[in-house]
């Protein structure tokens, strides 16, 4: 290619660049030695167009050299330019998202601060509400309390009733047996007096007829006096014997006094 063609190529092609140089040799393919471990891409590329310029120079071609190297270098020079660009947009990029990232945090920081607000409202109004409900179950456990307590006394003054119900009815079963006890000792006792009555009926006659009796059998001579002094004797032993026999006839009536229960 010649020198005008490939100057014209360079005009139309000024912002393309994928256009590929037309080099005999494409010194970014040709193959050069490494220079080591800590060798970078930009010094392979250099001492690859070191190498290419010596073979073109030993050939005759260092015009064209020195074209291709210009406008490499003015590729590189828009590659860096754009780069440059392109690391600022990326800084301003980072800094708005940077910026962003704060203002974010900012509004987050509000955020949690009007949600530990919040949440603190709600922690009282909580607690207010625990309370109105604590408070309304004890009235609630009082009144309860209280109908138990008013069922309890009703229950105890029921029973209380009964029991007094009870013994009074055992009360008066008690008297009413006392008194049948009372009448049957009065039954007892008043036949025992009749019949004692009768035995000293009977026994008032045997005491006559024994006096009678004395009498015949008193000597005519000093009569008076026998008969009194053996009538006062006779009536002693009568009265005696009369008093001992009451005495024991009475015991054998009389009942004995029932033992009360415990």
Do not use: C
Not at 34 to 42: F, K, T, Y
Not at 188 to 196: Q, R
Not at 214 to 227: E, H, M, Q, S, T
Request: glycine share 4%; aromatic share 2%.
């Amino acid at each position: 290619m010649s020198m005008q063609n490939r100057e014209h190529a360079n005009d139309d092609d000024k912002g393309d660049l994928s256009v590929r140089l037309e080099w005999p040799v494409d010194p970014l393919a040709a193959p050069v030695a490494e220079n080591g471990a800590d060798g970078d891409a930009l010094e392979r590329v250099i001492a690859r167009l070191e190498a290419v310029e010596s073979r073109e120079l030993a050939d005759g071609g260092g015009r064209s050299v020195l074209v291709a190297i210009d406008d490499l270098a003015t590729r590189l020079d828009y590659v860096a330019s754009e780069m440059a660009e392109a690391l600022r947009s990326l800084n301003e990029i980072f800094r708005q998202a940077v910026d962003e990232q704060a203002d974010g945090l900012g509004e987050l920081r509000g955020l949690l601060h009007q949600s530990v607000e919040d949440n603190s409202d709600v922690a009282r109004q909580l607690t207010d509400a625990l309370n109105a409900r604590f408070d309304e179950t004890n009235s609630v456990v009082d009144d309860r309390v209280a109908g138990v307590r008013t069922a309890l006394m009703a229950m105890l003054a029921s029973r209380e009733a009964d029991e007094q119900r009870t013994q009074r009815r055992e009360r008066e079963a008690l008297v009413g047996k006392v008194e049948e006890d009372l009448a049957a000792i009065s039954r007892t006792m008043t036949e025992a007096i009749a019949s004692s009555r009768a035995q000293s009926d009977v026994f008032a006659d045997r005491v006559a007829a024994e006096l009678q009796a004395l009498r015949r059998r008193i000597p005519v001579k000093g009569r008076d006096v026998a008969v009194t002094t053996i009538d006062a004797t006779a009536m002693d032993e009568l009265v005696t014997r009369l008093a001992d026999e009451v005495e024991i006839r009475v015991a054998a009536v009389t009942p004995k006094p029932a033992r009360r229960k415990g």
